[in-house]
């Protein structure tokens, strides 16, 4: 079955910048998303098709793709984006969607 | 306001069945496709099931394949999963997503699941 593979954990100080990865073969072909989720509540988009940003979501979340990976950045990191992040995309063939296995990014 | 409402889940013994329901409101739901995500405690994200605006078109995971069942009834906002065969590993929040989807020339592109539920929670014990 497809995947997505993502870091378990990423950590910056307040203030720097947050690079949270995610590859899979079948990402240069199909978009991908990315969702935000604090504990007890339920995700929330800040990416959509790679690099677009839905409205409400801050300037400092952006996504970028190369060959077989999808970037999400955080710059200016704040005390309040920390969470688990999840990339989403789907099979070459689209016929479903995937999630990455999630990435707890702690502000220290 | 936009929202979508779980219900449903609850305390089940392997083998049963479950039928969780996710009511739509502030939003006409036949014009988005909707998907089923479920998440097992302390673990991440997993899609279960998806169908189109119409519920002409389903699509499962290859873990619920064969026993769930997703539809849905445009005329009262409300979308569904039924869920037979239940097993221990199906144990997990069960949220509903909507999904816009942009179509042209018969290809269809996701926006992402850009509204979600509070979730349902089913439990299979033995």
């Known amino acids: 079955s497809y995947e997505l593979t993502q870091p378990p954990s990423v950590s910056v100080s307040p203030g720097q910048t947050a690079r949270i990865t995610c590859s899979g073969d079948?990402?240069?072909?199909?978009?991908t998303f990315w969702y935000q989720q604090k504990p007890g509540r339920a995700p929330v988009l800040v990416i959509y098709?790679?690099?677009e940003r839905p409205s409400g979501i801050p300037e400092r979340f952006s996504g970028s793709s190369s060959g077989t990976t999808v970037t999400l950045t955080i710059s200016g990191v704040q005390a309040e984006d920390e969470a688990d992040y999840y990339c989403?995309?789907?099979?070459?063939?689209?016929?479903?969607?995937?999630f990455g296995g999630g990435t707890k990014l702690t502000v220290l | 306001e936009v929202q979508l409402l779980e219900s449903g889940g609850g305390l089940v013994q392997p083998g049963g069945s479950l039928r969780l329901s996710c009511a739509a409101s502030?939003?006409?739901?036949?014009?988005?496709?909707m998907s089923w995500v479920r998440q097992a405690p302390g673990k991440g994200l997993e899609w279960v099931s998806g169908?189109?605006?119409?519920?002409?078109?389903?699509y499962y995971a290859e873990s619920v394949k064969g026993r769930f069942t997703i539809s849905r009834d445009n005329s009262k906002n409300t979308l569904y999963l039924q869920m037979n065969s239940l097993r221990v590993e199906d144990t997990a929040l069960y949220y509903c997503?909507?999904?816009?989807?942009?179509?042209?020339?018969?290809?269809?592109?996701?926006?992402?699941?850009?509204?979600w539920g509070q979730g349902t929670t089913v439990t299979v014990f033995s």
């Open positions: 989403q995309s789907a099979d070459s063939s689209g016929a479903y969607w995937v």
């Open positions: 098709r790679d690099s």
């Open positions: 079948a990402v240069p072909k199909v978009y």
């Open positions: 502030g939003f006409t739901s036949s014009s988005y496709a």
């Open positions: 169908i189109s605006g119409s519920g002409s078109s389903t």
């Open positions: 997503a909507r999904e816009p989807l942009h179509c042209s020339g018969g290809t269809c592109y996701s926006y992402g699941m850009d509204v």
